[in-house]
């Protein structure tokens, strides 16, 4: 067994994955003909001195996810450091309508990359956040939730790839990941709903919420949930900041248009917390966070993040589960391309694979 293998089978690190990268009709007719996520990464300006930006990707290019020869070089990097698999996020806004789907039903139907992976269900809005004349911000999309027929709809749209031998399992059940289960009007009901549809097929569906408060774990258990992902992104900002830094980091956002800094060694203190410690809590790793590209100067920005201190919280992060039976043993990335919200594990010019192979000694170094 090589080493690679061993790393992946010492923790399930699966990474989140953004299809945002090639062009639609709708993002054309919203922001112009040709955009995609590169746009924004592309056209982002320092903010303030010795701010990282724009970033550049190195190895894999400024890449179209249309590219069969992209996706299998995304997966075969990822797999080289350790990855599990891919947790695609998918758009589906109620009454069939979906967008972003193309790189991920490609990867499905061609059965390549021989990669695992999963669905994330990114039920949220997509808007406009400059202000209209209103003094809203302009919907784009708007999520909807039409009702059963439309549930079961979206479970036979996605049955395909839950019956796929590459999707990720636990105990034998395809992993779903629902973003904002406080959106859905019944969530118990939703997931009692597809548990049925599943049911002839002969599988549970692994059920994961996704949120950033503590509080709410014993509703997504009472809902139905088999597990949740623990997102601490900003915790730091509810721990550390007392009124002046509170006042100061609104300065900076508002009136100074620097974003809302934060250093990422203080903040990535509290990316994980005792909950994530119980069998049913996924712990997220985060290698950075800047908004900036896709919000402006308004955006929240962690600033000194380093792969040595990546590694530092990764290695904390994961010793934190180490306890847990392996199939439970999950950590999710956040994320593996996300180029436009600075968190990625791909690699650009100035670290190159320094964020992977942060990774790849944290794994090595984990101890069971």
Partial sequence: ???????????????????????????????????????????????????????????????????????????????????????????????????????????????????????????????????????????????????????????????????????????????????????????????DLWQQLAAPYGFRIHFVGHTSKPEELPLYRQWGFDATIMVRLFHVFYKEFNWWKRAYAKLSRIALKQGRRIDYELASRYFIGEEEKEIDCYPTLIPNWDHSPRSGREGHILINSTPEKFEHHARQSLQAIAHKPYEERIVFLKSWNEWAEGNYMEPDLKFGRGYLEALRRALQNLKI
């Fill in 1 to 191: 067994m090589n080493s690679i293998s061993h790393n992946s089978e010492k923790a399930r690190v699966i990474a989140f994955y953004l299809p945002q990268f090639h062009p639609i009709p709708e993002n054309d007719q919203w922001w112009g003909k040709g955009f995609t996520e590169w746009t924004n990464v592309g056209k982002a300006k320092p903010l303030f001195k010795g701010h990282y930006q724009p970033k550049v990707p190195a190895d894999l290019g400024y890449y179209d996810l249309r590219v069969p020869e992209t996706r299998k070089a995304q997966a075969e990097l990822a797999r080289e450091y350790g990855i599990e698999g891919f947790c695609y996020w998918h758009y589906w806004f109620g009454n069939g309508r979906q967008l972003l789907e193309r790189p991920f039903n490609e990867v499905l139907h061609s059965g390549e990359p021989d990669f695992p992976f999963c669905l994330a269900w990114a039920n949220h809005s997509w808007e406009d956040k400059q202000f209209n004349k209103d003094g809203g911000h302009k919907m784009l999309m708007e999520q909807l939730y039409p009702g059963d027929a439309d549930y079961t709809a979206h479970f036979n749209a996605v049955l395909p790839a839950f019956l796929d031998s590459r999707y990720i399992r636990v105990n034998g059940n395809p992993l779903f990941v629902i973003y904002s289960p406080m959106n859905v009007p019944d969530m118990a009901h939703f997931i």
